[in-house]
């Protein structure tokens, strides 16, 4: 009996983790690729990164990103300058009509600072996407362990 209730529950996470990387088949704006890496112990900093993809036909601007797990989620960006290498925030995040940009690692991502509890391998994460016509996109990334890519 406890198996069975078992092998429904795998079920249904497994369906639900596959619509987590997505925020709608249907939607203009979709996210493809996203996860956020476990916290390491005793840091309360970690990264999130995904592909934005933009089908619409005008420019979308993602001016912040929010969560419940943590107060301070910034835009930032890796760059190289005289052989070393930067991270500075950046205000938002314009995405050109039709187009989409990458969150990776090295180059630009969101820094998550002030993480309230411990994140681990298999926790989703709601995160909300601000646009600047005021319109908020929810998503939920996968969690993976720190070293992942």
């Given amino acids: 009996m406890?198996?069975?209730?078992?092998?429904?529950?795998?079920?249904?996470?497994?369906?639900?983790l596959s619509m987590t990387n997505h925020v709608s088949a249907t939607s203009l704006i979709t996210i493809t690729d996203g996860y956020i890496k476990a916290s390491i112990p005793g840091?309360?900093?970690?990264?999130?990164y995904m592909t934005i993809n933009n089908?619409?036909?005008k420019k979308i601007i993602i001016q912040k990103v929010t969560s419940t797990?943590?107060?301070?989620?910034?835009?930032?960006?890796?760059s190289?300058?005289?052989?070393?290498?930067?991270m500075r925030e950046v205000g938002k995040m314009?995405?050109?009509?039709?187009?989409?940009?990458?969150?990776?690692?090295?180059?630009?991502h969101l820094m998550i600072f002030n993480?309230?509890?411990?994140?681990s391998k298999g926790d989703v994460i709601p995160l909300r996407l601000h646009l600047?016509?005021?319109?908020?996109?929810?998503i939920q990334l996968p969690v993976y362990r720190y070293n992942f890519r």
Avoid: C, W
Avoid at 5 to 16: A, D, E, G, M, N
Avoid at 70 to 78: A, F, K, Q, T
Avoid at 80 to 86: A, L, N, P, V
């Fill in 55 to 57: 089908n619409r036909d």
């Fill in 2 to 16: 406890k198996s069975i209730h078992h092998v429904k529950y795998s079920i249904l996470l497994t369906f639900l």
């Fill in 80 to 86: 190289m300058s005289e052989g070393m290498m930067h």
């Fill in 69 to 78: 797990f943590s107060d301070r989620i910034e835009i930032h960006e890796h």
């Fill in 132 to 138: 600047s016509d005021q319109s908020i996109i929810q």
């Fill in 115 to 119: 993480i309230k509890k411990k994140i």
């Fill in 43 to 48: 840091s309360h900093v970690t990264a999130a």
């Fill in 94 to 108: 314009v995405i050109s009509a039709n187009s989409h940009i990458e969150l990776q690692p090295s180059g630009l």
